[in-house]
């Protein structure tokens, strides 16, 4: 068994509301020197042995990430 991490990241040209807004609450909070933040997803999948790194790609770009404005990437952690 291994673990499988898939970061899901907005592609850099959208947009990203939900990381203005955290840049601004940490204005708010008097946080100062955070010049920019980025929300994104991580997926922790447990797979067995006979998952291979195609059939982990195809799980993010048909179902985990939407590739028209997020980018992907997967690590293998413990393996």
Same mark, same amino acid.
């Given at each position: 068994?291994?673990?499988?991490?898939?970061?899901?990241?907005?592609?850099?040209?959208?947009? *990203?509301?939900?990381?203005?807004?955290?840049?601004?609450? %940490?204005?708010?909070l008097g946080v100062t020197?955070?010049?920019?933040?980025?929300?994104?997803k991580r997926f922790e %999948?447990?797979?067995?042995?006979?998952? =291979? *790194?195609?059939?982990?790609?195809?799980?993010?770009?048909? %179902? %985990?990430?939407? =590739?028209?404005?997020? *980018?992907?990437?997967? =690590?293998?952690?413990?393996?």
């Open positions: 068994m291994a673990k499988v991490v898939v970061h899901v990241m907005p592609k850099a040209e959208i947009l *990203d509301p939900q990381g203005q807004a955290i840049v601004g609450a %940490l204005r708010r020197g955070v010049l920019d933040v980025r929300q994104g %999948l447990e797979i067995d042995g006979d998952v =291979t *790194d195609e059939t982990v790609a195809e799980m993010a770009e048909s %179902l %985990l990430a939407n =590739t028209v404005i997020e *980018d992907w990437s997967v =690590t293998r952690e413990g393996a």
